[in-house]
T-cell receptor, first 114, second 114 residues
Framework: AQSVTQLDSQVPVFEEAPVELRCNYS??????LFWYVQYPNQGLQLLLK??????LVKGINGFEAEFNKSQTSFHLRKPSVHISDTAEYFC????????????FGAGTRLFVKA | NAGVTQTPKFQVLKTGQSMTLQCAQD?????MSWYRQDPGMGLRLIHY???????DQGEVPNGYNVSRSTTEDFPLRLLSAAPSQTSVYFC?????????????FGSGTQLSVL
């Protein structure tokens, strides 16, 4: 069964600084990988996803993530964060064939400080 | 564009009471699922359904029942509420078999069990 580990529960960062949110996954088969964002008191929305092909994936709001199969990682990055990026970020995994479940990590809370 | 609609938004129960959390989607999605969100634990899958009449257990199914009589609706039932079920509950849907597609989330139900 697939699983997801988000290595940081909280990440404080100053505005305009770069940030990396780390995600590792475990699965016995190939996977699809996702990053979702949850703004305060809202549901989750998709930031980006990796299905196949190029290992560098670009998403909304200037975020990007890199799939590394050998390290089973899918870290999320942004070169310059804004106050409005303060939110909780979730890494998720699903299996392409016969896999209907999407499993989420525990989340990383990003605090952007002025 | 209603998307995924959850009701109620807030609910307070006493231990032992029963209730049903409602979820409806108008996108003709075959796949629907329920997650609970707890601090530090991310989203955990409770139950999911790949179509009318078909349901299966997720990561934390105990204490919850589901049924899927129509494509649109996927209610979650708590037969005898316990304080451990205090959580925020999210319903999510996507096209069946398209595990690479994003999940559409409802706005959540905040449940407190006293």
């Amino acid at each position: 069964a697939q699983s997801v580990t988000q290595l940081d529960s909280q990440v404080p960062v100053f505005e305009e600084a770069p940030v990396e949110l780390r995600c590792n996954y475990s699965s016995s088969v190939s996977v699809y990988l996702f990053w979702y964002v949850q703004y305060p008191n809202q549901g989750l929305q998709l930031l980006l996803k990796y299905l196949s092909g190029s290992t560098l994936v670009k998403g909304i709001n200037g975020f990007e993530a890199e799939f590394n199969k050998s390290q089973t990682s899918f870290h999320l990055r942004k070169p310059s964060v804004h106050i409005s990026d303060t939110a909780e970020y979730f890494c998720a995994v699903s299996e392409p064939t016969g896999g209907f479940k999407t499993i989420f990590g525990a989340g990383t809370r990003l605090f952007v400080k002025a | 564009n209603a998307g995924v609609t959850q009701t109620p938004k807030f609910q307070v129960l006493k231990t032992g009471q029963s209730m049903t959390l409602q979820c409806a989607q108008d996108m003709n999605h075959e796949y629907m699922s329920w997650y609970r969100q707890d601090p530090g634990m991310g989203l955990r899958l409770i139950h999911y359904s790949v179509g009318a009449g078909i349901t299966d257990q997720g990561e934390v199914p105990n204490g919850y029942n589901v049924s899927r009589s129509t494509t649109e609706d996927f209610p979650l039932r708590l037969l005898s509420a316990a304080p451990s079920q205090t959580s925020v509950y999210f319903c999510a849907s996507r096209a069946q078999g398209a595990s690479g597609e994003k999940l559409f989330f409802g706005s959540g139900t905040q449940l407190s069990v006293l």
